[in-house]
Structures are given as C-alpha cells and as structure tokens.
C-alpha cells in the first residue's frame, strides 16, 4: 500500500475514533475498507491517539475533557482491553473539576462499557457517591449558548447521577 492511502486510510480512522459503528453510521466505513488495513497497524494508531488524548487531558477546560474522555472511551473499546486509564484519572481528579463534568464523564464511560473491573467500579461510585452528597458546581464554560437547554438544575444533575449508580451497580 502506498502512503498517500495508507495516510487516508488513517485520516478516516481517527475522524471516526476506530470505530466501525461511528464509521458505518457517518458514511466512511465503505471507503476505509477498501484500504484493507491490518488490525496491527489499527491498534497503533489507536494507541498513537490514547497518547496523544494522554497529552491533552491535563489542560483541557472541562467542555474539551469531556469530548476527550468520549475519543478515548472510543479507542479503547477498539482494543477490547479493557483499559481503564480514563477512570484512574477522572478518580484522581474528580475534585477539580466541576459536578456537570464529572457526571458526564461517568455517563459517557457508562456508555461505553458493559463490563466493570471492580476498582474501576468503585472509582465511578465514589465519584457518583460525591456529586450526590455535595453542593453542586458548575463551571463557567457551560454558560455558553451551545450548552444552553441542558438543566443544570440540583435536581436534574442529582438524578442523573443517581441514574448512573443504578445502572453500574
């Protein structure tokens, strides 16, 4: 395979996460397999991206932390190794970000998985746990007109939560 479709092929891979679904529904999935590219090479570029989501996460405002946890979630499904990086660092930094990203990254995470390691779990619930127990807050990025319509309410975000930790446990 010549670079310039083997760099296509990798184009319409990480526009679509190396995803088959999100390809298939999107409209890519008919042209990315032509390329007939080898699950090797696939799993490269899925941890060439986990790397470089890796990269980001740290100074990320929360409204791009949330479409990173989603990227990863994506990528790591493609793997099916059940990686659970993403947890371990929304656990060990639950705390400064806001309610709203932190129920969301639990609900995009719960959206993702069918299967729970028992510490990963335990993370989600201890998160969920806090967004339960403590007095919202909500960061100022979500003020924004693209998040308008959301209910940022006490009441709709404690539900939510307690939503994800019904159906988690």
Partial sequence: ?????LEKAKEIFTLYYGDEYVMQRNGGYSEYIKFRIPKEIEQTW???QKTRIKS?????????????????????KGLGNGDDFIIGYLYDNYLRFDS??????????????????????????AILNHILSSNLVIHECY????????DFSE?????RAQKVLNEIM
């Avoid at 003020?143 to 959301?150: D, E, M, S, V």
Wanted: with cysteine; charged share 30%.
């Fill in 100 to 125: 709203f990203t932190n129920l969301n990254s639990c609900e995009i995470i719960k959206g993702h998985r069918r299967v729970w390691e028992d510490s990963s779990q335990k993370k989600i619930v």
């Fill in 56 to 76: 980001e996460l740290s100074c990320a405002i929360p409204s791009k932390f949330l479409s990173l946890v989603n990227e990863y979630e994506l990528y790591v």
């Fill in 143 to 150: 003020k924004a007109p693209l998040f308008h319509g959301f």
């Fill in 46 to 48: 899925r941890e060439e």
């Fill in 1 to 5: 395979m010549n670079i310039k479709k």
């Fill in 155 to 159: 009441t709709a975000l404690k539900e």
